[in-house]
């Protein structure tokens, strides 16, 4: 069974800190996106990252930085975190091409910046 | 650029009844069409794609969508509702000639089935 997993479910962490988001995929996929979930806005893309050491801004990476030393991890930093970063964080996966492009995703962490 | 429009919050039907959440999409060249569904508290779980070939698509519990080129629409329909299907869809969409294949989501519908 395929499997995307986010390190925490729920965070709280204080304004100033620097919060580390982790994502590890068993499927050897090389496409990794974040994306944040907010109501009435659906999901935005934050950052993507098409291989290991690559990535491409979304349409909303201010505030935010990411990591991808292997293939099945993607880090996603928040540098100072602030209260309007309090959101749903979910991490996916898919494959590069080919018709079976679906992107597979995390449970989500839902964090809260005080 | 490409997007994706959901244009219902919410839809409300009653257990047994056919229903319909629609979708349209504005995207160059062909596109990767995607409904995902996510219930309380939980990520995404994939439903159905259409990426060519027959314009109605089939997948997971019972859900298909058309594809419909000259609407830009992909509704995503299911012939008898449950009241377990109560939960929040997402269409989305990626242009494959895009620089790194961005997936774009609609801002969700909430479907509320009753019993």
């Known amino acids: 069974d395929v499997k995307v997993t986010q390190s925490s479910r729920y965070l709280v962490k204080r304004t100033g800190e620097k919060v580390f988001l982790e994502c590890v995929q068993d499927?050897?996929?090389?496409?990794m996106f974040w994306y944040r979930q907010d109501p009435g806005l659906g999901l935005r893309l934050i950052y993507f990252?098409?291989?290991?050491?690559?990535?491409e801004k979304g349409d909303i990476p201010e505030g935010y930085s990411v990591s991808r030393e292997k293939k099945e991890r993607f880090s996603l930093i928040l540098e100072s975190a602030s209260t309007n970063q309090t959101s749903m964080y979910l991490c996916?996966?898919?494959?590069?091409?080919?018709?079976?492009?679906?992107?597979?995703f995390g449970q989500g962490t839902r964090l809260t910046v005080v | 650029a490409q997007s994706v429009a959901q244009p219902e919050d919410q839809v409300n039907v009653a257990e047994g009844n056919p229903l319909t959440v629609k979708c349209t999409y504005s995207v160059s060249g062909n596109p990767y069409l995607f409904w995902y569904v996510q219930y309380p508290n939980r990520g995404l779980q994939f439903l159905l794609k259409?990426?060519?070939?027959?314009?109605l698509v089939k997948g997971s519990y019972g859900f298909e969508a058309e594809f419909n080129k000259s609407q830009t629409s992909f509704h995503l329909k299911k012939p008898s509702a449950l009241v377990s299907d109560s939960a929040l869809y997402f269409c989305?969409?990626?242009?494959?000639?895009?620089?790194?294949?961005?997936?774009?989501f609609g801002t969700g519908t909430r479907l509320l089935v009753s019993p």
């Open positions: 989305a969409v990626r242009a494959p000639n895009t620089g790194f294949q961005k997936l774009v």
């Open positions: 990252s098409y291989d290991v050491k690559m990535k």
């Open positions: 499927m050897d996929h090389e496409n």
């Open positions: 996916a996966s898919s494959l590069r091409g080919g018709m079976n492009t679906e992107a597979f």
């Open positions: 259409y990426i060519t070939g027959d314009n």
